[in-house]
Every structure is written in C-alpha cells, then in structure tokens.
C-alpha cells in the first residue's frame, strides 16, 4: 500500500510519490508528490562528495582497495549525481586456472572475505627456457630500461587477478612508454615464441589479465602508456593512451566541457584499453552503450608488432572491413590495444533520481518501456534489486540508509535521468514518468531524491550495500548474464523453480542494469545447510544457471567477458560454426596463437 | 541582415527567427519569434502525403524511379514529418569495372541524364564454362525451383546497377525462398567454384551487387527472404530477413508501436540485408547511427554454405569476437547476411524543422555543438546545403519553394528536432536553440516550418531539389566523404583552392550530414569551359579531392561503401598493413575467394 509517512525504525521518513488515489490528505493536490522536508536526518548528515566514509573493504577486493573513491565529474546543475562508491564485490568460486596448476588453491574453493590471497613466487630471472629466455630478458631491458621490467616481488602484483581467482607466474612483467616500445616488446617475445599477456589496471573479473602458471609468457603492462593525446571538443572526440585510467578520462572530458560517460565501479583504477578489450558495460550502457559503442578508433599493436594507426574521429567511415570492432572485446587475444579515439558527448545540466517498488519483473519491464517512452533519449540508468537481497542490506548492512519503500513487494528499481535542461529539467521528467508508473498500477511506491546527499545514499546502496550485505552474509555463486527483455521475468521464474526443485532452498539475490537485460545472478547458500554444500554444488549450479540463461536466449556473460574463467564453457554455449569462425580469424591475425593463449577460445 | 518580411520575388513569406535586437516593431514584445500565419500560400497548397507530385525523374535513377514514394511511418503526434522524396541521383562518372571490358561504355564518360543504359545480352545458358556450368545451372533448378533460376531478359535488370556504372553478365541470377536454400546455393556455387554475386533491392551506389563482365558468377537476389520473423515490443527488437524492403521493416516496426529508425531515399527499394552490408547511413544517423548501430544480431550464410545463427537479441554480450561486425559493412565478400535483429526505438511524439542561414561553416559547426548541448539525446537530422547549390535549385528547379532566407550567406542548414514530448514539444526546444544561436550570431535568420506542408517543403528541398538542380545545369563530379566535424571548414578552404589552381573555374556544389561529418562534395564544370573538359579532367579531380579528404584525416567513402567503384583507390589512401589485416581476414572466412570477388579489397 503507498504511504508518505510511516516508515520501519531504521528508516528516516523519505518523500513518497503516491497515485492521485492514495495522496493522504496532508498533500497538496495539485501535486502528484509527497515532499517532506526532511530526509533521513538533517543537512549535517550530507555525505561530501569525495569524503564520504570510506565503505568497509574487508573482502580482498583489490580493485576497490585500489581505486579509491573514484572520481566523478562535477555536473553543470546543482543536482550532480553522487560520487559513486566502488563496489565491495562478494564471495566467488575461484577455479583453478585451466592450463598448468594453481599454487596452494583448491578448486571450486570458495573465497568470501578476509585478505586475498597471496602472489605465488615470482620467477623473473630463472631461466625457464634455457639460454633464449636469458636473452630475452636482456633485449627487452635493453629495449626498456631495466627499471621497465619488472622482477620478484615488484612485478607479484601483476599475476594475481583482482579477486584472487586466477594466480600465475610470468618470465617478467615490462612496462613499455609508448606503442613504439610496445611493437617492440611484441616483436622480441615473438622472434623467442614468447606468450604476452596483455594487462591494463588488472580489474577483470574473468582472469583475462593473468599469466598461467607456466611462467613463460610476458606480462605486458600497459601503465605508462597514459597521455592524452588530443582532444578534439568541435568533433566531440577524445584520444588517449590505453593505459589511462577512466577516471583520467572522464577528467579530460570534463575540463574540455564535455562527458565520457563510460561510469564503473573500478573506474578509478581500470584502464581505458583494459575497458576495451573486454568492452566493459557499467551504469550508463542504457543511454551511452558500452565500450565499444564509445570508440570511433583504435590504435593496435598487431601480433607480429606492426603499428595498425587506427585513431579515426569519424561517425561515418565504409571503407572495408570493420578491424576497430575485431579487436575490442577480444580480450588481448588479437592483438594489443594502445589508443583510441573516444566520444564524447553534452554534460547533463541536471540529473534525478528515483527509487521505487514493483509489484512484479513484469511491471518492471512496462515501466522501463514507458521510461524510454518518455525520456528524451531515455534513460540513464535503470537497476533493479530483488527484495530478499534488499532484506539482507537491512539485516547485514545497517550503514546503508534504505530508502521507506515497503509492503511487501518482490521487486525494486532506481531510475535515473539526465537531461539538458539545468536546474529542474530531470526532475521534471522524471516525477512525470513516475507518476504515470503509479497511476498505471506499474509502481507500487517511489522516493525521489531531493539532494545530492540522498542520490549518493542511493547510489551507494547499489553499488556498494549490495555487495557488502552478500559478503558478510556468508557466500554466493557469481553470474554475469544477459537476456533478451521481454524473456527476463520467464527466465527468473524458471531459473528460481530449477534451483528449488534440484538444490533445495539455496537463495537467488538478483541485482543488475535491467535497463540492458543485465542480471547479476548471485546464488547464496540454503539456511539450514552448510556453505560447503554450496561448493560442492557450484559447478551445477553454474551450469544450471547458464543452461537457464541459454534456453531464454540469453548470453553467460554480458560485460565481464570470458577470459580463463568462462572459457570452457563456451563450447556448450556456441555452435561449433561459431567456434571455428573464431578460430579462423584468431589464426588469421595471430598465426603463432602467442597473445594472451588460454583466454577466450577454448 | 535579419528581415521578416521582404523576400525574393519567387519566394512566399515564411515564419523568421530574429534576434532580440533584429526584431521588427510588429512581432510581440514577449517572444524571438515572428511567425505569420501564411507560409507560402494558402493551406490548399499543402501537399498530400504520400500523394506528393512525383519528382521529374529523367536522371535515369533506377533507385528513385524504383522506390515510388518511400512509406514513412506517421508520428503519434501532428507534426509528423514529412514523407521524403527519393532523390534523384545526378550524373556521375562511370569508371569501367576493373575486371573484364565493360560493353559499351568509355573509361570516364559522363553520363548526366536521358535513360539508363541497357543491359547487356544476357549469357545465361551460354555453357561458359563448359559441362559443369551446365550441370550447376541444373542443380540450381533442381534446388530452387526453375521459376527461381533466371535467364534471359528476367534477370537484366540485376545484371546493371542502379546508376548505370556498371553492367556485368552472369550465369543465372537465381532467387533462394529462405536461408536454407540460400545455403544450399552456396554450397552448390561452391563446388563448382563458381563466385557468387549476392543482391538486395539492387540500389547500391558502388557497384557492389553487379557482377564483373566474366558471366562466371551466379548473382544470389535475396528478394525472397521477405519474412518479419518476429517482433519483441518489450524488447524493442525486430528479426528480419534479409530481402525485406527498408520501408517494410519501419512499417512492422510502426505496427508495433515503435519506430525503426534507418531512412534513406532508396528505403522504398533497398533491402535491410543490403543496407548491413553496406552499412547505409541516411538521414537520421545523427541521433540513431548507421545501419551497423541498429543491428543487435545476424544470421549469416558463410562462405561454405554453413547457416550462421547470430540472431541475438541482446544489449550486451561479451563471449568473444565481433562476428555481426565484420560481416556488416564487408559487401557482401564474407558471407551472406540471410536475416538481422534489429533495435526498436520509441516513435517521436514531435517533431519540428529548421531552415537557417549562417555565416561561416565554423558558425555550422557551433551551432551544431550547442543543439548537441541543449537538445536531449542530440538533434535527429543536420543537414547543411552550399549557397551556389541553393542558388542552383533557385535557376534550374524552380518547382521547389525555398524558404525566403538571403542575404549573401555561404550557409544554410536544416535542423530537426524529434521529442517523446507531444505537441509543441520538439517545437520549443527547436526554437529556444534556434533563438540562441541567433542571439550569438551563429545563425544570420531562421525559418520554423509551420505545418506538415512547411516541413515536406523542406525536405523535399533537400531530398530531391538538390539532385534535380545539379543533374539539370549539366553534370557533376561526386564524392561520398566523411571528415571530423572539426576539419571540415579547413578542408573545405584548402579544398576550393586547390580546385581553383589546378583546375580553375570548376565549382564544389556542398550539401550532406554535417552531423556526421560526411558530405557530398560535387563538383560542376566551369562555365567557361566545356563539360568534355570536366569529363577530361574526372579522375585527376577525385584524386585531388580524395587526397584532401586524406589529408584532413577523412574518409573516402562516408556511407556508400567501396564496391568496384572505390576498390581502387583504396591502396593510396589505406596503409599496407591495415590492407593486408583485411586480406588475411577475407582468407580466413572465405578461403577460396568465391564472395563477391573483385569487390572492396584491392
């Protein structure tokens, strides 16, 4: 039932928009929304952009740990959207990497909290390969500066990935300054038949950035390569270096008055060829698209390190086949991305934000439609959370300050919108749509933020409560899927029956960009069984998951990519047609299969 | 200088625009807009839709005279724009196809009017090739069908391209009913190893679709593929085949309660399969991209004769490489696209159109940046027109009503804008920007079309009087170029001048989507010289013109592709490397070179 008034005890009173009908009197009626004053706590409780309290990180997340508080670009409006909080990712099944043995990690072990592991010994400087490796080595520190290739314990870092499911070893990790010193490198590992592993901030999530345990490839850091090297505001585009941090990025934008709205939670850590190579979604796909919608060029070290001088700031260009796409999103197994030229686009003058409950996935799909219906072009984001995983916030995580939605429902959703228009331009937009969700039934309830400090509140409960309420819960079983829209609600209900009927009552914690048919698809542990259970499961469950996912026309990965972690399941998933193209066109432009092997092809 | 109510005397009073400081004493105090209530003439003068009077069409474009009236989906609002006029192609210089002697036709003639040039004499059922020839053409019969093998006089009209460039001869053209029998031709052709020319609604503009001279090859017409497979309003996806005509796809789409948003002068005519491979921009790229962006998945016939099924219907999905990517724009060479998902957009609830004169290209390129800034998700069409152009179509087509806009300047633009927001919606956004850059001297005056019949002049204007002017003052050099928006004033001075010094009087002839960077750059003869002499001098002037376009880091072919008519020039303009990347691709997915051979790669 909607209300404006009565919220549970940890609840601070939140403006409620309610349909005409169940307005309490109190409202005034020529309005559709609620607006109490006040909004969990007085003005001293406002968050401060870039001072927020620092979210608890005991979870081994190194992304996180390692980024900081992202930085976000200041919006024209008053109504800037908060800094968003780095996520505190949540337990996962580490596999054991598929090629050569993982040192002291089971698998299927299941690592949820605590420190993340620890890099195995570094084997910079044994000769694993007898006299070549030696001369090697040699060439490249010639090539480099022996301060450029890294050894022992300053290159650890670089063969473990970020949340410790994937540890390797390398001959060394080499920090070239430019493409030039990058072909380089590619030419001397292929002259010695040498793996490379190419490696932006090494925040996958998919193990794409690790070496294997054989300890025979390079590791080819990308770090120093992080200039900006035009901006371009008439054309509306950006070119820089891959190893610049988004952040760095987002940055440039903004001093040249413009927006790169690529917007994820290691934001302040991953790189821009990083983002690239695995074509990273995050929180504004919906309006912006991913990575590779955002890149008009691309500069690539081939595999026999030639230059390919790719960086055109073109919209239109139909002049042969399309190489910029082959690359981005293959992972670094083509080739190594070393520049782009990036879109940029208008900055918002406004943003608004709006959380609301759903009576059903249903409803929640009908309000997306009729939110891209009525927002000039569309929306920014739309995330929806399931109510047992905002029951575990309220329980596991009482820093985060729930917005007063209740009631019972099975389903909620924060909308946002940008517009051009300053001051109450999204705004506007936004309680209209809402309203309209509310009077049509497809809303049960909904709080618009008033301020900066409860956009960043809410913000924060997705991108950091979640995460964090998973984590101290226990454990879960990760899933990074996508679906056609129209198929998501058959899918959960199918998905949720198949896991009952053969797992008994292991929980699905559902979250994700529903605005891109994106579900992060956590399974946590039945109550009354032990966690070891779920580990013994997991590699059912992630096949029932996947087979689920499948079946509805789905993809078992949306925007982490397939790396080592997913790779052997693509066969099950993909036509053998679509395998061998694949094979084909990695044979085509990587004949002796030396950039990044054991990622992505099966 | 800014004026309300004079006007040339073959021009009606339209509505204009004045700064604050401009306005005349009779426009309210309280508005920048002056808008009388009579637009040249009376309502009677308001043209049907779809019962506009037909365009002369003596230029010989099959595509026009093809296409009839393009069926343009009606908006939800009032204000819906008008349905477009296919343009009538001027003449062009038709360059011999490169492999095997055109019949009947000079390297570099002219053609600039009167009809097309006829087909050759068929040679289907001439055994080129001895026994096997005859034994496939057999096959094929037995396959398809007999009334689905054509020979003879039936299957002239595939064997010449839509702009008489270019004619070939072939075996058969032969016309599979789905992607099964579009397989089993494959594989046929394929053993016999015999190329295949595939073909969609026959309108390209290079040549891609027309066979060479040889009549070895089989032309694969995948008319019959003209199926909507499915709709997925929720989703927002429509799956296609490939043979459906554009117009027919944004019919389905506009059934559904959404928009489809590619529009072209050929969409009455041009197939959804030929425009993916060729990846076609049109007019509404600004705001909605190419054919390319609005594709979310592909079925594809491969090389082999293997089905191919891309057909995703999702935002995101990252397990592995981008096969949709190098099919679409690759013509045809890699495979055959035999059905497309495609996005869905919400239909515009308003729209509204701007006629502006400007200063300077710099002030076009500005005033695009600040519609950028201050119209949600980007304005949907920008389109620039040259003064001599329009001075042309005010001589040479005095049928079209030009919008009462002088003054001397170099410039004018159309700007439209489309809305979710009903009504005056799109309208007011359009006027405030207009206002503004008025207000900031980036526009000199400005005209807002009043009605339907006001907006179907000016597209009208745009779509077809600018083709007419050119085809009748005598012929025309054209280019298809895309440049970074910033580039384009630069290239456009040292583009004149060069022309200027080397070739004198010859006059660039402007017009095409700024806001894509792309023009069509033509250049007429100089008056005081003979057309023989333009004729003479045709490739030394592409040459000049494309070395420009090089220089200025553009692109040679912006939306129209490459085909036969470009492949050459290619190799100056392209670097080795990045040629030999797309060989090694072509090898690897078509291994014995039997796609569309003799097409896009050197």
Not at 374 to 380: K, N, Q, T
């Amino acid at each position: 039932m909607p209300r404006c008034t009565t919220s549970p005890p940890f609840m601070t009173p939140w403006p409620t928009i309610l349909p005409e009908s169940g307005r309490p009197s109190t409202c005034p009626p020529k309005s559709s929304f609620c607006r109490p004053s006040v909004w969990f706590g007085p003005g001293k409780d406002k968050p401060t952009p870039g001072r927020l309290p620092m979210p608890p990180c005991g979870s081994g997340c190194k992304a996180a740990c390692w980024s900081g508080w992202p930085k976000r670009p200041a919006f024209q409006g008053t109504t800037s959207r908060a800094p968003r909080v780095p996520p505190a990712p949540g337990p996962l099944i580490r596999r054991r990497p598929s090629r050569g043995p993982a040192r002291g990690r089971e698998q299927g072990e299941v690592w949820g909290g605590g420190s993340p592991p620890q890099a195995p010994p570094f084997l910079g400087g044994e000769v694993l390969g007898g006299f070549e490796m030696t001369e090697l080595l040699e060439a490249l520190q010639e090539t480099l500066g022996p301060s450029h290739v890294l050894t022992g314990a300053e290159a650890a870092p670089a063969l473990i990935d970020p949340l410790g499911l994937f540890q390797g070893r390398a001959l060394a990790v080499v920090r070239p300054a430019d493409s030039g010193e990058v072909a380089a490198v590619v030419r001397l590992c292929r002259d010695a038949r040498v793996p490379i592993v190419p490696q932006g901030g090494n925040t996958g999530l998919v193990g794409a950035a690790t070496p294997d345990a054989s300890g025979r490839a390079v590791v080819l850091s990308l770090g120093r390569l992080n200039r900006i090297r035009a901006i371009d505001p008439d054309n509306d585009t950006l070119t820089v270096e891959a190893g610049c941090v988004v952040a760095q990025v987002q940055a440039a934008a903004e001093a040249a008055g413009r927006l790169f709205p690529l917007s994820l939670g290691s934001e302040g850590s991953c790189t821009i060829g990083g983002t690239l190579a695995t074509n990273a979604g995050g929180l504004q796909v919906l309006r912006y698209g991913t990575a590779r919608d955002l890149a008009l060029g691309l500069e690539v070290v081939t595999a026999e390190g030639e230059i390919w001088d790719g960086l055109r700031g073109l919209r239109k260009d139909n002049t042969g086949y399309r190489l910029r796409d082959l690359y981005i999103g293959s992972e670094g197994t083509l080739g190594v991305i070393t520049a782009a030229t990036l879109k940029l686009f208008p900055r918002p003058a406004s943003r608004a934000l709006a959380f609301v409950s759903l009576p059903s996935l249903e409803a929640a799909v009908a309000f997306l439609a009729q939110a891209r219906l009525h927002v000039d072009g569309g929306p920014s984001a739309f995330e929806i959370i399931s109510r047992p995983l905002l029951d575990l916030v309220s329980r596991h995580a009482p820093e985060e300050r729930l917005p007063p939605l209740g009631g019972g429902v099975p389903w909620f959703a924060l909308l946002e919108v940008s517009s051009t228009t300053p001051k109450e331009g999204a705004r506007a937009v936004l309680e209209e749509v809402t309203a309209a969700a509310l009077d049509a039934g497809l809303v049960v309830d909904a709080v618009v933020a008033q301020d900066l400090a409860q956009e960043q509140a809410l913000w924060r409960l997705r991108e950091h409560g979640l995460g964090a309420a998973m984590a101290r819960q226990g454990r879960t079983l990760k899933h990074d899927v996508s679906l056609p829209l129209s198929r998501i609600p058959a899918f959960m209900s199918a998905s949720a029956a198949a896991l009952r009927a053969q797992f008994g009552a292991v929980r699905p914690l559902v979250f994700g960009h529903l605005g891109d048919g994106n579900l992060h698809y956590n399974v946590a542990h039945d109550p009354a069984q032990s966690i070891d259970r779920l580990v013994a499961q997991a590699e059912a469950i992630h096949q029932l998951i996947h087979d689920m996912v499948h079946a509805h026309q789905g993809s078992i990965s949306a925007e982490h990519g397939i790396g080592q972690r997913k790779r052997d399941q693509l066969p099950r998933y993909k036509s053998a047609l679509e395998l061998s193209l694949m094979s084909r066109l990695k044979q085509a432009l990587d004949p002796l299969s030396l950039m990044n092997p054991g990622k992505v092809l099966p």
